[in-house]
């Protein structure tokens, strides 16, 4: 399956709006309990009330919504400017081409470049933004995150 030819076709990838927040808080807890063996820094309602009053309303936040599913949110992007700050998909969607997409908006968004930090426990994410054009640029020993999980901060500069 290629990007071009992939379930994300069928989705709307759009700007978050604060009602979108309780979806996105969904999609990241449910993927990262999918993702890791270690918590987040913080308790749930904590995340939630974060990316409510402060990721969502302050950072460029992005969703795919799936419309065959009631416009329900599958996946989420949120962009500083220099860096893919979050993306989390639903568990059910890792595969499906909807991380290329929200990578290639992000390109599209950040023509310069773009860095991002990946836990280097998560091979399969490093696997991915290898494929999409990132390298890493530095290795972390985990005291810089509030998990304390070593990372890796990747780059990706246009030809």
């Not at 308790?43 to 974060?50: A, E, F, I, K, S």
């Not at 402060?54 to 460029?60: D, G, I, K, S």
């Not at 419309?67 to 499906?96: F, K």
């Amino acid at each position: 399956m290629t990007p071009h030819d992939s379930a994300a076709d069928g989705l709307i990838f759009r700007r978050a709006g604060p009602d979108d927040a309780a979806a996105i808080g969904d999609v990241w807890l449910t993927s990262w309990r999918a993702t890791f063996a270690f918590p987040p820094g913080h308790p749930d309602d904590d995340v939630r009330r974060w990316l409510r009053e402060e990721l969502v309303p302050q950072a460029e936040t992005w969703v795919a919504t799936d419309p065959a599913e009631a416009g329900r949110v599958v996946g989420m992007m949120a962009l500083s400017a220099t860096m893919i700050e979050q993306l989390y998909l639903a568990p059910e969607w890792v595969g499906r081409g909807v991380g290329h997409r929200f990578v290639e908006l992000a390109k599209e968004r950040r023509p310069a470049g773009l860095e991002l930090y990946c836990f280097q426990a998560n091979h399969h994410a490093r696997t991915f933004y290898e494929g999409q054009g990132f390298v890493p640029v530095a290795f972390g020993d985990g005291s810089a995150n509030e998990e304390r999980q070593p990372d890796i901060r990747f780059a990706w500069r246009p030809a």
